[in-house]
């Protein structure tokens, strides 16, 4: 199993960024997909996730109306598209998924700054 996250970067306050995370080793299409992010000295928090057809999301309250979570099982990629991004948005964002284990990627880095 692998997830790779990319997309992170610095943005202004009320910018916008997209994550994306590939995925392989597994049947990605039979598999929720989530999104979490840790900031410094915070426990990992779950931000979103999708069910495995795409067709059910649910987020977090801080997050909720500003991040979409979205999927295309045909590329194995599951995405996060983050709106009016705050400082408080600013981490480290993991893609998860559940099999047996937890599986995790390396994380991405979101820092939102002026």
């Known amino acids: 199993v692998q997830l790779v996250e990319s997309g992170g970067g610095l943005v202004q306050p009320g910018g916008s960024l997209r994550l994306s995370c590939a995925a392989s080793?597994?049947?990605?299409?039979?598999?929720?997909m989530r999104w979490y992010r840790q900031a410094p000295g915070k426990e990992r928090e779950l931000v979103a996730h999708?069910?495995?057809?795409?067709?059910?999301?649910n987020y977090a309250d801080s997050v909720k109306g500003r991040f979409i979570i979205s999927r295309d099982n045909g590329k194995n990629t599951v995405y996060l598209q983050m709106n009016s991004l705050k400082p408080e948005d600013t981490a480290v964002y993991y893609c998860n998924v559940r099999l047996r284990f937890d599986y995790w990627g390396q994380g991405t880095q979101v820092t939102v700054s002026s």
């Open positions: 080793g597994f049947a990605f299409s039979d598999y929720y």
């Open positions: 999708i069910s495995s057809g795409g067709g059910s999301t």
